[in-house]
Structures are given as structure tokens and as C-alpha cells.
């Protein structure tokens, strides 16, 4: 069985930057590649995707702020996260539609964005 965990959150203070990676325990073909993020008692909110063209959607609220990448076969996906906020404090959440192993979860790693 495939998974996803992700790595690079943390404490930052607010204007700071933090790099996520989620890693495949295998190599996978990705089809399309998410970020999401659950803040505490809200639902989870998708903060940005990238397709299979290489085209990309991100949330009103990060527009100019994140950008996700492509990485390879077994770290299919990273979020760069810049000018961070308060409001982004959450949990965040890779996801991977693949061609062979469906579509696959991380188990989440907490940003903070706190002074």
C-alpha cells in the first residue's frame, strides 16, 4: 500500500516561509497533485493544485503568496509557502491521484504561523 507523508512544517512567524514535501513511500505516476488544510474547526479547504498540463489553482487567499510544484516519482509534489499569515495556521494535507494506486492521502503536518 502507497503512502504519502508529508514534512517542512512548523513555527514561523508571520512574513516567514515554509517549504512542504510530501513523499511517496514508492515511486508513483502522478495524475494531478493537491495541497489541502483543516484549521481548527473549520472543513478542509483546497489550497492548490496542479493538473497533469502542468496547469495550477490556488485559493483566493494564497494567490501570489504559494506556489505548487512538480517534484519526481517519489516526492511527487511540494508547496512553497511565502509572506505566511496567521490565517494560514492549519494542517495541511498532500493528495495524489496516480495512475495505478488511485488516489492516495498524507497524514498531514501542522503550520503555525505565529510571533
Known amino acids: 500500500q502507497v503512502q504519502l507523508v508529508e514534512s517542512g512544517g512548523g513555527l514561523v512567524q508571520p512574513g516567514g516561509s515554509l517549504r512542504l514535501s510530501c513523499q511517496a513511500s514508492?515511486?508513483?505516476?502522478?495524475?494531478?497533485m493537491a495541497w489541502y488544510r483543516q484549521a481548527p474547526g473549520k472543513p478542509l479547504d483546497l489550497v492548490a493544485l496542479?493538473?497533469?498540463?502542468?496547469?495550477?489553482k490556488y485559493a483566493d487567499s494564497v494567490k501570489g503568496r504559494f506556489v505548487i510544484a512538480r517534484g519526481d516519482s517519489k516526492i511527487p509534489v511540494y508547496l512553497q509557502m511565502n509572506n505566511l499569515k496567521p490565517e494560514d495556521t492549519a494542517v495541511y494535507f498532500c493528495?495524489?491521484?496516480?495512475?495505478?494506486?488511485?488516489?492516495?492521502w498524507g497524514q498531514g503536518t501542522q503550520v503555525t504561523v505565529s510571533s
Open positions: 496542479l493538473d497533469g498540463t502542468g496547469g495550477t
Open positions: 493528495n495524489v491521484i496516480t495512475l495505478s494506486s488511485g488516489t492516495l
Open positions: 514508492t515511486t508513483i505516476s502522478s495524475v494531478l
